[in-house]
């Protein structure tokens, strides 16, 4: 793909993007719906803490697990 097709292919996408974010509605999440009972909200440390910490914690762990229960017997780096 050349230059000129790349730009244009980056200008489509961007002005489709602004547009799109230009015609859409607003949420309406202001107006409260009959038996909305929400709870308190989060504090800052919460937020990181649930929403990066938690999923980062996971992962390493789900990572962790996967290396120790690998049970090939090959050696790291070598094809059979």
Same mark, same amino acid.
């Given at each position: 793909? *050349?230059?000129?097709?790349?730009?244009?292919?980056? %200008?489509?996408?961007?002005?489709?993007?602004?547009?799109?974010?230009?015609?859409?509605?607003? %949420? !309406?999440?202001?107006?409260? *719906?009959?038996?909305? *009972?929400?709870?308190?909200?989060?504090?800052?440390?919460?937020?990181?803490? !649930?929403?990066?910490?938690?999923?980062?914690? !996971?992962?390493?762990?789900?990572?962790?697990?996967?290396?120790? !229960? *690998?049970?090939?017997?090959?050696?790291?780096?070598?094809?059979?």
């Amino acid at each position: 793909m *050349d230059k000129k097709n790349a730009l244009r292919a980056g %200008a489509v996408a961007a002005g489709t993007t602004l547009m799109m974010l230009l015609m859409s509605s607003p %949420a !309406l999440a202001v107006m409260r *719906d009959d038996g909305d *009972d929400p709870g308190p909200g989060l504090s800052v440390a919460e937020t990181l803490g !649930l929403f990066v910490a938690a999923p980062i914690g !996971l992962f390493l762990i789900i990572a962790g697990l996967v290396m120790v !229960l *690998d049970k090939s017997d090959r050696p790291s780096g070598k094809r059979a």
